[in-house]
């Protein structure tokens, strides 16, 4: 009964702390995923291996809907956002479907 009860305690904290890896590993403006390949040793043995994108949890304001959005997006998504601006982003990424 004291088992149940100390796991009824703790089960809320552990879905927060588990919570990053359970969500998708999509950038959601450039819709970089989750890439499956190959370690190869000096032997040439392959091994199957998963490279993961680069990705941040960033707030951004958006002037022309006087909101603040946060967006998972990848490193070279944040640079493309210092470039272009955060306006004409989601606008892309809404056109080709990675952002409602």
């Not at 450039?30 to 941040?56: A, D």
């Not at 951004?60 to 967006?71: K, N, Q, R, S």
Request: with cysteine.
């Amino acid at each position: 009964m004291v088992v149940f009860q100390l796991i009824a305690t703790f089960a809320p904290q552990f879905r927060i702390w588990n919570k990053e890896k359970n969500m998708s590993r999509v950038c959601q403006l450039t819709g970089k995923s989750v890439m499956v390949g190959n370690n190869v040793s000096h032997s040439n043995r392959k091994t199957k291996r998963t490279f993961k994108p680069n990705l941040v949890v960033k707030k951004f304001y958006v002037p022309e809907e006087d909101t603040t959005i946060t967006l998972k997006i990848s490193a070279s998504a944040l640079r493309t956002v210092n470039k272009k601006g955060i306006s004409a982003c989601l606008k892309e990424a809404r056109a080709k479907g990675f952002l409602k």
